[in-house]
């Protein structure tokens, strides 16, 4: 590649800040699979920050009880203003997104979106949540994954990153296409088969063998649009 060219690459990639009181929980995720070839091709840059390095005290406190009372610790304002300050400082951000189980329900219009942004934070809670002055003054976007409610926000950040990181181009082979799986058009991918053609005595239906590729495209479609139908119909809305 020449000089030009890799430069162009490297200033075009695309950045996630992670900011977290648990990093080493997701390490393992963000060093596999479609993630890692992403990271090597040096199309995404995923930077972890771990917010007990912006504890003050010794013991590293990053939490605090709710004023009020009720169960359960608050993540405190200062290690969050601090982290996403001094990043801030750094760059400028396209977003600054909280995962909560009261945001926006995160789905693949959303993922298509952030998947053309250049710089983003994802911000982990933990304990009961953050305190509300974080969500008022420094987070631009709040993203649920679904209606229920999971220890911390390390699984729905990275479920973000991983839908988001795929759609990147250059990142998955024609092979893998993206554009053909579900949501993509609005509607839920139609069934897929691989070898062998029989298996026990379940077949895999004959229009599939033919190499005709209307008639493919027109039983894919069929499909497609029949399971959209029982399974999610609010889509063909
Ligand atoms: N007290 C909060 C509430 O009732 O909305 C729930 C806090 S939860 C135990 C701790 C953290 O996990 C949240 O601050 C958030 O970052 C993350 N989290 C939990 N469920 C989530 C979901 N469905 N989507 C996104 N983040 C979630």
Known sequence: MAMSEEKILIEEKMRIDIVTAHPESLSSMLGASIIKIARDKGIVNIALHNLHDYA??????????PFGGGAGMLIKCQPVFDCIGKLRKERSYDEIIFLSPDGEVFNQGMANELSLKRNIILLAGHYKGID???????????ISIGDYVLSGGEIPLLAVTDA???????VLGDAESALEDSYMNGLLEPPQYTKPADYKGWKVPDVLFGGNHKEISEWRDEQAYEKTKNRRPDLLD
């Open 132 to 142: 509300q002055r974080i969500r008022d003054h420094i987070i631009t976007r709040e």
């Open 56 to 65: 003050l005290d010794k013991y590293k406190h990053i939490d605090d009880t």
């Open 164 to 170: 988001v990181v795929r759609l990147i181009p250059g």
